[in-house]
């Protein structure tokens, strides 16, 4: 069984940077794709940012020049660094792998962006 755990979320000031990170376990190998999306209250689930095993990466244009997704293949975990912050991006932040056609999600860590 697939488990997700991410790592990193906070409070921190408006202009400051966060890095979050998710480890991947359950005898796993190869992962294609592993991303991270966020859900603000009352909003929907978005997608923030994309990695593909074979180096594509795709942010959401409200991060890009902010964010920046990175991977440790043999580790099997994903990074989130987030600079620059904003308020708007104040949300719970998931972690998600697409393994073998199923998608896994973590259970999120919460940002909070605010002064």
């Known amino acids: 069984q697939v488990q997700l755990v991410e790592s990193g979320g906070g409070l921190v000031q408006p202009g400051g940077s966060l890095r979050l990170s998710c480890a991947a376990s359950g005898g796993i190998f190869g992962i294609n794709v592993m991303g991270w999306y966020r859900q603000a209250p009352g909003d929907q ?18 991060v890009k020049g902010r964010f920046t997704i990175s991977r440790d293949n043999a580790k099997n975990m994903v990074y989130l660094q987030m600079d620059s912050l904003k308020p708007e ?3 719970v932040y998931y972690c998600n792998v697409n393994y073998r056609g199923i998608l896994y999600w973590g259970k999120g860590t919460l940002v909070t962006v605010s002064s």
């Open 89 to 91: 991006d104040t949300a």
């Open 45 to 62: 689930r978005e997608l923030v940012a994309v990695s593909r095993r074979g180096g594509d990466t795709n942010y959401a244009d409200s």
